[in-house]
């Protein structure tokens, strides 16, 4: 499947110097707006030769930190500050974030399930595939900013998967860390294909995934987190002058290592009614004890369920809103790890 099957077209060159903002043309024929068009947002900083960095958030709509982030760094960056590429897409899968919901409102598609994606598939597969076939070539490293959406809570965390090449994994690494975040976790992934993640590893290219905010909500703290940690990547890979940030110098505690390895550290609702998590964020919780348990508002004659912790571990993640479903994720324990990894 080449490139130019796609449909999507843009006026951006991304081989010339200078700063440009524009538009991803995706074809959306529809009742209304017969030759319609969804336009996606991007800047394109470049200067010279060096490498290509892309940051892009809005997989998920109702994440914001990333998005606002990303736009910040398209106005502020300049390309004189710049050596090498920055592609900058702050909203990726457009509609759903315009939506402020998880999956695309046009074709209900999950745009972090469906990598390499298809040509001539539904909107946000057509996406997925000019991403896979025409951005990731250009890329030395993707940087994917996420957040709790607004079904999960969590302590912000920059990540990376455990990998079997040794350089890739390395060079990874020292970039997670780079970004400075409070956690900075590996993790084994248990969602299936589909991620962009896998899409750029298997190129052997830098892939990180960030989770920042909670709850669908947008707070100035973590936006600084994300701030920071966006142009620590800039000076980790020499394309912005400067010096890493850390978390130290700014009177934090350093970036946390932590690891969750297992199935074993996901923790789902096993029936439907109101959570109540008996820990805060942070919290250690011992395996084989109660993380919180499960109320029946429509049957209060029957007792609340538990859920019991399978490993021990800080509680890193922990279900946004009051009610759950059976099979939604409630609660996420990570432990620590010393590195090397
Ligand atoms: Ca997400």
Not at 120 to 141: K, R
Not at 285 to 293: K, R
Request: proline share 6%; aromatic share 8%; glycine share 10%.
């Amino acid at each position: 499947m080449s490139a130019k099957q796609s449909p999507i077209t843009t006026q951006i060159d991304f081989e010339e110097d200078g700063k440009q903002h524009g538009y991803l043309r995706v074809p959306h024929s529809r009742n209304n707006s017969a030759w319609g068009s969804v336009l996606i947002p991007l800047t394109v900083i470049k200067n010279g030769t060096g490498p290509t960095i892309l940051f892009n958030a809005g997989l998920h709509g109702g994440e914001y930190e990333g998005p606002v982030s990303l736009m910040k760094l398209g106005h502020q960056l300049q390309p004189e500050d710049v050596q090498g590429r920055v592609i900058i897409i702050p909203a990726l899968n457009l509609p759903a974030v315009v939506a402020g919901q998880r999956v695309s409102p046009i074709d209900g598609k999950d745009m972090n399930r469906v990598f390499p994606g298809v040509w001539n598939g539904t909107i946000t597969q057509v996406v997925a595939h000019y991403v896979h076939e025409v951005l990731l070539p250009l890329c030395d490293a993707v940087i994917d900013l996420h957040a709790g959406g607004v079904s999960l809570s969590l302590i912000p965390y920059m990540s990376m998967h455990y990998l079997e090449d040794e350089t890739q994994t390395q060079q990874t690494f020292a970039a997670m860390q780079a970004f400075q975040a409070p956690i900075s976790l590996m993790i084994e992934e248990f969602s299936g294909e589909g991620l962009l993640d896998y899409a750029v590893e298997r190129m052997g290219k830098i892939f990180l995934c960030a989770e920042l905010g909670s709850a669908g909500t947008l707070s100035p703290q973590v936006v600084k987190i994300t701030n920071v940690g966006v142009r620590n990547l800039l000076v980790h890979f020499g394309i912005i002058e400067g010096e890493v940030v850390i978390r130290e110098s700014q009177g934090l505690s350093p970036s946390r290592l932590m690891e969750v390895p297992e199935p074993e550290n996901y923790h789902m609702a096993m029936a439907n009614g109101i959570y109540e998590s008996f820990y805060e964020l942070g919290d250690w919780v011992e395996a084989g004890n109660p993380i919180g348990q499960i109320h029946f508002v429509e049957n209060i004659a029957w007792e609340p369920q538990s859920i019991i912790a399978q490993r021990s571990g800080m509680l890193l993640c922990t279900r946004g809103p009051g009610f759950v479903e059976l099979g939604d994720s409630v609660a996420v324990v990570a432990r620590d790890l010393d590195p090397p990894i």
